[in-house]
């Protein structure tokens, strides 16, 4: 039973285009939401986070949009470069005793943007 | 670079070897995480630790045995692994455990492993 999904498994954009990675959720518990961006050979990178006291966070290049009442969230990059491709992690956390510390993540969106 | 290091960041084992995993962090955080990464899989948690005390333990087969001597390392025991337990094992850090709103986790690089 996963409780992140993330759907699309790759997206290719166009350098300067925007990029819109999505993700769903079950847990109605979650209530802290993270997006992490990982190159080959490395760990994955935090990038930007929202919390569900919010519905948009905005740092640079990078937004995420929460819609609680769909359980769904989403990461935009504009205007989208060849150094963002990698694969994009989305991660939840709750509060709650069964939630408490644990980050469960989706199976990851790999970005290609072209040149 | 994150403030969490990762040795060694490749192991090749056999089924009968035992090795260890070390994972150091320098971001003065207090929870320490060890993750697994299969190949197409999310990451799955395997163990967290909150001021050196193991506060869960994900259903992890007892061929891996976690350590945490204090808040700043953590070390993850290898004995009589199976090859289907290899994998990319990443540790992570954040502030502490506790969960909930602003709880973020910062990664090491990782530790790739083979089991022959």
């Known amino acids: 039973d996963q409780q992140v999904k993330q759907n699309s498994p790759s997206l290719s954009v166009q350098e300067g285009r925007i990029s819109i990675l999505n993700c769903d959720y079950t847990?109605?518990?979650?209530?802290?939401f993270l997006w992490y961006k990982k190159y080959p050979a490395e760990g994955p990178t935090f990038l930007i986070s929202?919390?569900?006291?919010?519905d948009k966070n905005e740092d640079g290049r990078f937004t995420v949009f929460l819609n609680k009442s769909a359980k769904h969230l989403s990461l935009h990059i504009v205007p989208s470069q060849p150094g963002d491709s990698a694969v994009y992690f989305c991660?939840?956390?709750?509060?709650?005793?069964?939630?408490?510390?644990?980050?469960?993540f989706g199976q990851g969106t790999t970005l290609q943007v072209k040149p | 670079e994150t403030g969490v290091t990762q040795t060694p960041r490749h192991l090749v084992m056999g089924m009968t070897n035992k090795k260890s995993l070390k994972c150091e962090q320098h971001l003065g955080h207090n929870a320490m995480y060890w993750y697994k990464q299969s190949a197409k899989k999310p990451l799955e948690l395997m163990f967290v630790y909150n001021f050196k005390e193991q506060t869960e333990n994900n259903s992890v087969p007892s061929r891996f045995s976690p350590e945490c001597p204090n808040s700043s390392h953590l070390f993850l025991h290898l004995h009589t692994l199976q090859p289907e337990d290899s994998a990319l094992y990443l540790c992570?850090?954040?502030?502490?455990?506790?969960?909930?709103?602003?709880?973020?986790?910062?990664f090491g690089p990782g530790t790739r492993l083979l089991v022959l």
């Open positions: 992570a850090s954040s502030q502490d455990s506790q969960g909930g709103i602003g709880e973020t986790q910062y």
């Open positions: 929202i919390s569900s006291i919010k």
């Open positions: 991660a939840a956390s709750g509060s709650g005793s069964s939630n408490t510390g644990k980050l469960i």
């Open positions: 847990n109605s518990m979650f209530d802290y």
